[in-house]
Each structure stands twice: as structure tokens, then as C-alpha cells.
């Protein structure tokens, strides 16, 4: 069974920084892409950041860029979300994800392009 497990979340000042982690354990497995995806209270989960590791390409929603970063490690599936600048808005819990089988890039921006799921990490910013 494969299982992603975020860390890294916290409380932190707007303005502040943050770097989430997510590393799978579990059997051994090969993904396509990873992602990072928030839900705030009362919200529905929305799409941030995520890499394609042919290529490097990455995606970002439009609120965050400039400000997050996704990077990661293929060989070991591992993804982080560098956060800069953070604002009240950007509280939530975040989640990873990892794509598994082969689809369109049009997919990585969206939560059924992906196969799991990590159980999320709060992340709270303080005004």
C-alpha cells in the first residue's frame, strides 16, 4: 500500500515562510507527477502547485505564483512546497498527491488526476 505523508505545517505570521514536505512509503511505486492541493474550512480542496517530472514542468494556481515553490525528488517521491510571503488567505490544510498513471497535462491541476493521497498538514497564518 502506498501512503504520502505531508509534514512541515504550522503556525506562522503573514509574511512568514513555510516549506511542506511529502514523502511516500509503502511499496515501491513510480508516479508520473506529484501535487499540492488546499481545502479551507467551508471550501471546497483547490489545486496550488505541481511538478511533472518529465520535463520539470510545473503548475501553479494563480494565487500563489510568485510566492510557492514545488520542487521534488522522482527517484524518491518526494515533493515540497517552498512558501513565501503568506497570507491569511493561504490557511488551510494542504494535501499531496501523486499521479500514477499516465494523463494529460491538463490533469495535474485538477484532484482526479490523481491516484493517492496524503492526509493533509494544517498550515495557519496569523494576521
Known amino acids: 500500500q502506498v501512503q504520502l505523508v505531508e509534514s512541515g505545517g504550522g503556525l506562522v505570521q503573514a509574511g512568514g515562510s513555510l516549506r511542506l514536505s511529502c514523502a511516500a512509503s509503502g511499496r515501491t511505486f513510480s508516479s508520473y507527477g506529484m501535487g499540492w492541493f488546499r481545502q479551507a474550512p467551508g471550501k471546497e480542496r483547490e489545486f496550488v502547485a505541481a511538478?511533472?517530472?518529465?520535463?520539470?514542468?510545473?503548475y501553479y494556481a494563480d494565487s500563489v505564483k510568485g510566492r510557492f515553490t514545488i520542487s521534488g525528488d522522482n527517484a524518491k517521491n518526494t515533493v515540497f512546497l517552498q512558501m513565501n510571503s503568506l497570507v491569511p488567505e493561504d490557511a488551510a490544510v494542504y494535501y499531496c498527491a501523486a499521479q500514477t498513471s499516465w494523463r494529460t497535462s491538463y490533469t495535474y491541476t485538477r484532484s482526479y488526476g490523481y491516484d493517492y493521497w496524503g492526509q493533509g498538514t494544517q498550515v495557519t497564518v496569523s494576521s
Open positions: 511538478i511533472k517530472w518529465s520535463g520539470g514542468n510545473t
